[in-house]
T-cell receptor, first 110, second 118 residues
């Protein structure tokens, strides 16, 4: 089977740092991706890790530990516009079968 | 780059009618396209995977005769919801994977289609 787990909700204030964790159990693994989705919109790609370690893209960073089947998305200098749902996703086959986590609803407060 | 266009963005139809949703990759060849369904406040659930020129692979529990998928070219895939019922009302999103960055590249999503069946 395939399953991913994320916290359902996270709340933080503007300017803060927040970490959204993702654990996964999949039959195969070709990378962990993170997507942002605002209400009513489509998911947009944020970050991707195929190898262990930290990937940094501006205010967003993503970490992967394949031995722990664990990753996280780190959002720094939070802004109101970061309020959205964040999904981790695993590709368990070469370019196929992307499985999404349940999503984490981030609320950024003034 | 890597733009995926989905049309229409929203549609309202009567129960029993069929609705076709188009998904196009505008600047790359999408060898594989994915169709997802998302209910409010839930995650994206993969419905089917389509490869150009071959039959789609449907996920367990998805009726292939109800959700017809055609991937006739490397830039176009269509999803037809046949004999739609109110419980089919949902947000349908397509995505494409192809040669952009290799097969392990991230998914590129269309803007989604909000289907409401009355």
């Amino acid at each position: 089977g395939q399953s991913l787990e994320q916290p359902s909700e996270v709340t933080a204030v503007e300017g803060a740092i927040v970490q959204i964790n993702c654990t996964y159990q999949t039959s195969g693994f070709y990378g962990l991706s993170w997507y942002q989705q605002h209400d009513g919109g489509a998911p947009t790609f944020l970050s991707y890790n195929a190898l262990d370690g930290l990937e940094e893209t501006g205010r967003f960073s993503s970490f992967l530990s394949r031995s722990d089947s664990y990753g996280y998305l780190l959002l720094q200098e939070l802004q109101m516009k970061d309020s959205a749902s964040y999904f981790c996703a695993v590709s368990d086959n070469y370019g196929q079968n992307f499985v999404f986590g349940p999503g984490t609803r981030l609320s950024v407060l003034p | 780059g890597a733009v995926v266009s989905q049309h229409p963005s929203w549609v309202i139809c009567k129960s029993g009618t069929s609705v076709k949703i188009e998904c196009r990759s505008l600047d790359f060849q999408a060898t594989t396209m994915f169709w997802y369904r998302q209910f409010p406040k839930q995650s994206l659930m993969l419905m089917a995977t389509s490869n150009e020129g071959s039959k789609a692979t449907y996920e367990q529990g998805v009726e292939k005769d109800k959700f017809l998928i055609n991937h006739a070219s490397l830039t176009l895939s269509t999803l037809t919801v046949t004999s739609a019922h109110p419980e089919d009302s949902s947000f349908y999103i397509c995505s494409a994977a192809g040669e952009v960055g290799g097969f392990d590249s991230p998914l590129h999503f269309g803007n989604g289609t909000r289907l409401t069946v009355t």
